[in-house]
């Protein structure tokens, strides 16, 4: 006997669809049609305030809520703390990419949402008590058929297939189609009014449904015994005949069962294996990202360690101008207090005078006579005092020797600006020279004064070389305060001059230059040619520099050498001093020498050893290299 009622699915304490026409045939329920109502009903409305409270993870309410930066609410534990890296998390909700200083400690928990959530356990749990207390009193309906009490009885043990496995709710589906067990919750997530969800077959929880390779057809009650290949559904026999599967290619349901399922668990491996890509994809995104941001705090760092150094050399200067001017306060002072002395006592005494000679005019004419000489003679010099005690001005207006201005170092820090590589070097060939086995490169200076230059790279080879494309390279770097070009070597307008020695003799090479720094490297210099000379080819007699004459010093070192007097003026020879730290392969730092026997170097760093050579040179590039000494200053 086939008998209609109208059934309300009931999702908790909500229903998904009301009004659900029904049609129930040996027991079996399939969905005749689905009806919208007209207008949003108090259920639904009830529906979306669960759904509201629910976190977007976990899927259950709000367990201690917290609101991240983006607004979005999550649960903090498990579900915000399992998302938390390295002060990040991505929320699940608007994929925006969150940095949280502090940590998860520092959100902030929202109590509001808390007290609304406790209010509305409070309230579902009163509303379930007063649905139980209706149903327990409908006799009738409990009496209509013991089967399905029973039924509902075992339904209450059959949980969610799909529910976390901590907290699996119960079942109120089972979908025939899906194989799966769903409850309110689930089942609204998968089974949408959209195809081909809502064709699927739903009934009333079954413990066997999981493990069931065969149901029964919702159109004819008979068993899916068949598969229609073309449609991809399981049908019965008669749907077979019918004029929706005509001409269709059908296999037995246990075949397309083992068939589709080795293909799902083919697939399910490639996607395991892809799954495995983008966690290694995203371990290494999450490990880029720390090492960027390690990199920048490293950057970030520097640049707070430059501009303290830099404000610190400020603050020493702003000290040594304030106490020089502090000094030169405290002179004048001393001076001007001493003159004001000196002018209040004369004041003072010819006060005195002043009154003591007014008292005597008023005497006697004898008492008056008796000092009248030697009163007139206090009175000129008193007079005479006065004249000179006047006032002094002093230069304070002025202050010469006191004045600063700053404007120039004012451009320069205005035009600090990142690190740059520097420019091309070039050699300058009007002041190269070469002997039987050394060549003096002379660097031009660069045309940016601000070029910061930790080291070169002199690149050269011999003809011979260069036909088996082999070149040598040679590495001079700079000390750390001598990275500016304008600042190397003073004495010598700038230049930078690099001894490449150890050469054959009568050979020709080449030779090219780099300058490079932290931020990069510059491009090679155009190529120089040079040809050393044969033996005894060079008329420049060989300098000599007398170690036991040279005397050493704290900062300055004293070389004693003859011959720069030793040579005629005619022959047109000019004498350099070159001298550099011991043990570094550094550029030569130079100085001038003229007519004499001592030449003094200052500006030495104490206890150091320093290589000392001298350089002649002529016109015509020919050089000659004297003896290296090596002399260690003294300790300051």
């Known amino acids: 006997m086939m008998r209609h009622c109208s059934v309300n699915w009931e999702f908790g304490d909500a229903f998904l669809f009301s009004p659900v026409s029904v049609i129930a045939t040996n027991g079996n329920h399939a969905f005749e049609h689905v009806r919208a109502a007209p207008a949003k009903s108090p259920v639904k409305a009830q529906m979306e305030v669960d759904s509201d409270l629910q976190c977007p993870i976990c899927l259950e309410l709000f367990s201690y809520p917290i609101i991240l930066p983006c607004s979005h609410v999550l649960c903090r534990s498990p579900c915000a703390e399992h998302l938390f890296d390295f002060n990040f998390i991505r929320c699940p909700v608007c994929r925006d990419n969150c940095y949280v200083s502090g940590g998860i400690g520092s959100l902030p928990r929202v109590i509001a949402l808390e007290n609304i959530i406790e209010r509305y356990k409070a309230d579902r749990t009163s509303r379930e008590n007063t649905n139980d207390r ?137 996607l395991g294996v892809s799954q495995e890509k983008v966690t290694s994809s995203l371990q290494h995104q999450r490990d880029n990202l720390k090492e960027m941001q390690q990199k920048i705090d490293r950057k970030r760092s520097e640049i707070n360690a430059q501009c303290d150094q830099l ?38 005494s010819s006060q005195a005078l002043y009154s003591y000679t007014s008292e005597v005019l008023n005497e006697d004419v004898s008492e008056f006579l008796e000092v009248a000489n030697t009163l007139s003679e206090k009175l000129v010099k008193a007079t005479a005092d006065c004249e000179t005690a006047q006032f002094q001005p002093s230069d304070c207006d002025v202050l010469p020797g006191k004045l600063v201005d700053f404007r120039k170092e004012r451009n320069v820090i205005r035009e600090m600006n990142y690190l740059l590589a520097p420019e091309t070097p070039s050699i300058d060939v009007t002041r190269c020279s070469r002997s039987e086995d050394t060549v003096v490169l002379v660097l031009s200076p660069p045309r940016n004064l601000h070029d ?18 082999i070149e040598d390279t040679l590495i001079v770097k700079n000390v750390q305060e001598d990275r500016l070009l304008g600042k190397i070597v003073p004495n010598c307008s700038g230049v930078v001059v690099v001894l490449v020695e150890n050469l054959c003799k009568s050979t020709t090479y080449y030779f090219c230059v780099s300058a490079s720094n932290q931020s990069g490297r510059s491009a090679n210099s155009e190529v120089v040619q040079c040809t050393t000379l044969l033996p005894g080819e060079s008329v420049i007699p060989a300098p000599v520099i007398v170690e036991s004459l040279c005397r050493p010093f704290a900062t300055s070192v004293q070389i ?71 002399i260690h200053t003294e300790q300051s």
């Not at 910061?452 to 494309?469: G, P, T």
């Not at 730092?589 to 002529?618: M, P, W």
């Open 134 to 270: 209706n149903k327990s009193a409908d006799s009738s309906f409990l009496d209509a058929s013991l089967s399905s009490q029973s039924d509902v009885e075992k339904d209450s043990s059959i949980l969610c297939n799909l529910c976390n496995s901590v907290s699996k709710k119960k079942a109120k589906k089972s979908c025939l189609d899906c194989n799966v067990s769903y409850c309110s919750n689930c089942l609204l997530l998968t089974h949408q009014k959209k195809d081909p969800f809502n064709t699927h077959e739903l009934v009333s929880p079954r413990d066997d449904v999981s493990h069931s390779v065969t149901g029964l057809c919702s159109k004819h009650s008979d068993q899916l015994s068949l598969f229609c290949k073309d449609c991809g559904v399981p049908t019965c026999t008669l749907c077979k005949d019918s004029s929706l599967h005509k001409d269709h290619f059908m296999i037995t349901i246990e075949s397309a069962y083992t068939d589709i399922k080795a293909s799902i668990d083919k697939n399910l491996q490639k």
């Open 311 to 348: 404000l610190a050399e400020i603050e020493n200067k702003r000290s040594f101008f304030l106490a020089d001017l502090e000094y030169e306060e405290r002179i004048r002072q001393n001076e001007q207090e001493e003159l004001i002395k000196v002018m209040e006592r004369i004041l003072g």
């Open 452 to 469: 910061v230059i930790d080291q070169y790279e002199i690149h050269y080879c011999s003809e011979e070389q260069k036909s088996l494309e």
């Open 560 to 630: 004693y050498s003859s011959s720069p007097q030793d040579v005629a003026a005619e022959q047109h020879i000019s004498h350099f001093l070159l001298y550099r730290p011991r043990g570094q392969s550094r550029a030569w730092k130079t100085l001038s020498l003229y007519g004499r026997q001592d030449h003094r170097v200052f500006g030495l760093i104490a206890s150091t050893d320093y290589e000392f050579v001298i350089l002649g040179c002529n016109q015509r590039g020919e050089c000659q290299v004297s003896n290296r000494v090596v």
